[in-house]
Nanobody, 124 residues
């Protein structure tokens, strides 16, 4: 089982910045991607940013140029740097990870895990 722990949400004024962090733990044989999704009240969950292994990123059009997803120093960890935050960025942000669990090549299983969610509120 792969467990995700998120941190870094909070309240920020428009134009401000926040950094979200996510770390995965458990029996991870290989990681295919880690990313962030968000869900605002009354809306569907949407992709914000995703980081692929070994490389590659994808961002929602609404956050391009403002948000950056990158690997953290720890293994199987990422952060999302959010700059110039706007009211429409207010949502619960969820970390997502996809890959293969297991201890060796012969007992791999695909997994997809979600974090518990962290609230980001942009308001003056």
């Amino acid at each position: 089982q792969v467990h995700l722990v998120e941190s870094g949400g909070g309240l920020v004024q428009p134009g401000g910045s926040l950094r979200l962090s996510c770390a995965a733990s458990g029996s991870i044989y290989s990681m295919n991607s880690m990313g962030w999704y968000r869900q605002a009240p009354g809306k569907q969950r949407e992709l914000v940013a995703i980081l692929y292994s070994p490389r590659g990123t994808n961002y929602a059009d609404s956050v391009k140029g403002r948000f950056t997803i990158a690997r953290a120093d720890a293994k199987n960890a990422v952060y999302l740097q959010m700059n110039d935050l706007q009211a429409e960025d207010t949502a619960v942000y969820y970390c997502n990870a996809r890959g293969n669990s297991g201890t060796d090549y012969y007992d791999q299983e695909r997994f997809e895990s979600w974090g518990q969610g962290t609230q980001v509120t942009v308001s003056s």
